[in-house]
């Protein structure tokens, strides 16, 4: 009987190291950057960097994860924090101006009411009074309209008024008394 032949070792014809010679990037920067970037930061201009994946690359990664929703979504986030953020601050002067005039309207009634009249500047009392008065007004959004009534005389006058400060106006003005024979 023939003795079996020895098994051969194997050998790999023309195989390759196992390195991976794919480049790898990082996605989640490149997600990122996209995601809270302004409107200049494209998928273009990522892809335009030095060692940066193609733009077909980062399109089909941007839209298998919904990168153009998910940045929408920080523009409002970011947007609904400024604004509440401007309402604190709005709220902080209006309670300051609100303390501010309650201060200035006391101070000015106190004064008219201790002193003895000859002993008292008006003009100081009064001043105090409407100072801290207007921004009481203010702070309490009850802005007053100012409108100079000696400059309108005739009709075309009050053309060259806003529309808002028209109405303003008109609810300013008591109605028009309606005479008994037009009744």
Known sequence: MPSPKPARP???RGAKP???RRVKHDWLAIRREYIRGDDTVTLASLAARPGAPSERQIERRS?????PELRLQMRREVDGRLRAADLDVKTEVRQRQLKVGTALVTLGVRGL??????????LDVSRAI???AELERKALGMEEINVNFGRIRTPEDLDSLDEATLWRVAGML??????DDDL
């Open 113 to 122: 009411a201790h002193q003895k009249p000859e002993d008292m500047d008006m």
């Open 130 to 132: 409407k100072i801290g």
């Open 174 to 179: 008591p109605p028009e008394e309606v005479e």
């Open 18 to 20: 196992q390195t991976d």
């Open 10 to 12: 194997r050998r790999s």
């Open 63 to 67: 839209s298998a994860e919904d990168w």
